[in-house]
Nanobody
Framework: QVQLVESGGGLVQTGGALRLSCTAS????????MGWFRQAPGKERDFVAA????????YYADSVKGRFTISRDNTKNTVYLQMNSLNPEDTAIYYC???????????????????WGQGTQVTVSS
């Protein structure tokens, strides 16, 4: 069993930055593929970024490329999402997900992730 705990959300103005953290327990981070997703009110949960093994190892939604960076600290069993140049369209609850098996082309699908955190709210004011 894998437990995930997110933190780092909050209220920020347009153009600001936040760093989200997701700490895993129950398995070593090196055995996990990690993803960040977000869900705005009334919308589905959408893929944001993922960190996998191998090359390139990181994947991003087009809407966040060049602004968000996913990274890992295996010594802390934690994955991060650095979010820069935030805008109101980034407002959502952000969830971290994990899976033990590389899902191939379904890396971007919520159904590919077996474990989820409770989510952290990010609000960007205009």
């Amino acid at each position: 069993q894998v437990q995930l705990v997110e933190s780092g959300g909050g209220l920020v103005q347009t153009g600001g930055a936040l760093r989200l953290s997701c700490t895993a327990s129950g398995r070593a981070l090196t055995s996990l593929i990690m993803g960040w997703f977000r869900q705005a009110p009334g919308k589905e949960r959408d893929f944001v970024a993922a960190s996998t093994w191998g090359d390139p190892g990181t994947y991003y939604a087009d809407s966040v490329k060049g602004r968000f960076t996913i990274s890992r600290d295996n010594t802390k069993n934690t994955v991060y999402l650095q979010m820069n140049s935030l805008n109101p369209e980034d407002t959502a609850i952000y969830y971290c997900g994990a899976t033990l098996r590389f899902p191939g082309s379904r890396l971007y699908a919520t159904g590919s992730y077996n474990y989820w955190g409770q989510g952290t709210q990010v609000t960007v004011s205009s």
